[in-house]
């Protein structure tokens, strides 16, 4: 079975899928288990779009993250009684193609991260402190795994160039590398800057580029060797 376009990216049966922060089951790890195209006899539902059916409980999320799912879903499907997370029926939810982002060719390191919370802190921390809404929290964890993505398809394509090339790209690669670090780990995006990059193929080679076109211009040494002249001065 071919492919389908989601939110961001394409999914087949056995792929791997983030769920959308503002869906019933957001902000989930799930793979696909099968697609029931719009049309066909095993589209049974009331749904105007295909059916993804996920299967959210293939990960092993740490307890906290557990409860913290229990306590949402509890909450919006209003249980009379409180269903533990053990209980909760993950194993197959129907979701439609705009609920969810693909994580093809995501690393599995940055899933181990996601499943495990470790970018909670875009959800947590910031929204706590009034960075961000729901709504831009969602955004900018879509961008970070697109640029996480772009990153490591870069990275990857290195392996296929010479020494040589490798060294007259060292400035270019040191550019991707630290842009992708500063946006992912220092950077508070607007709305604005949040929608422009979502909208183009390879945000982090647009920034990148911009960023090894600045640290290029010669016009900046001389500060810099002001700088380290300074630095060596305070050694002596």
């Known amino acids: 079975m071919s492919k389908i376009q989601v939110y961001i990216g394409e999914v087949g049966c056995g792929d791997f899928v983030f769920s959308r922060a503002n869906e019933d089951y957001g902000l989930l790890i799930g793979q696909v288990k099968t697609i029931d195209r719009l049309g066909t006899p095993e589209h049974d539902t009331d749904n105007d779009t295909d059916d993804i059916h996920v299967d959210f409980s293939v990960f092993d999320y740490p307890s906290q993250h557990k409860d913290e799912i229990a306590e949402r879903l509890n909450r919006i499907f209003a249980n009379e009684e409180f269903v533990p997370f053990v209980d909760l029926a993950l194993d197959d939810v129907i979701m439609g193609p705009d609920m969810l982002v693909s994580l093809n060719g995501v690393s599995n390191e940055l899933i181990y991260e996601l499943v495990n919370g470790s970018a909670a802190h875009i959800f947590g921390d910031a929204i706590e402190e009034a960075e961000y809404t729901i709504e831009l929290a969602e955004k900018v964890t879509m961008l970070i795994l697109l640029l996480t993505m ?58 990148a580029q911009s960023w090894y076109d600045r640290i290029s211009q010669s016009d900046d040494f001389p500060y810099a060797i002001t700088d380290a002249v300074r630095e060596i001065k305070k050694t002596e």
């Open 150 to 207: 772009r990153r490591d398809e870069y990275l990857k394509g290195l392996l296929e160039l010479d020494h040589e090339r490798i060294v007259d790209a060292a400035g270019m690669i040191s550019a991707v590398v630290d842009t992708h670090f500063y946006l992912t780990e220092h950077h508070t995006f607007t709305d604005e800057e949040a929608d422009a990059f979502l909208s183009v193929e390879n945000p982090l080679k647009e920034v």
